[in-house]
């Protein structure tokens, strides 16, 4: 399972299957999150995960598929767009330098 350390991660992709309203929600919401820690915020289909993302965030529905496309980069799977707690996870550890397995 690839992991990385949160003071390492530079680009954060919130990967979405086709219509990317919820993921643009939470990209917005991660921004605000993280503005302070230098880390930019995207939003991409699975298929094009950029590839100098660092960690790549997705429904567990979809996570699966997304590691398919993500190579050997951390994909951390959620349940929900709002409050979840894998994505509070994340913050937190991007915030405190600590590991992020995926």
């Known amino acids: 399972m690839p992991s990385i350390e949160g003071s390492q991660v530079r680009k954060l992709v919130i990967a979405c299957d086709a219509g990317m309203g919820s993921s643009v929600l939470m990209a ?19 298929d ?16 699966d598929r997304t590691r ?11 349940s929900a767009f709002i409050g979840d707690p894998a994505v509070d996870g994340v913050v937190a550890a991007i915030h405190g330098g600590t590991t992020i397995d995926g």
């Not at 917005?28 to 699975?46: A, C, F, M, Y």
């Not at 960690?55 to 996570?63: F, G, N």
């Not at 398919?68 to 959620?78: E, K, L, S």
């Open 48 to 63: 094009a995960i950029p590839a100098d993302a660092d960690l790549v965030l997705t429904h567990t529905k979809l996570a």
């Open 28 to 46: 917005n919401q991660l921004k605000k999150r993280l503005k302070d820690n230098g880390v930019t915020i995207e939003h991409s289909p699975i």
């Open 68 to 78: 398919a496309h993500a190579g050997d980069r951390p994909v951390v799977a959620f």
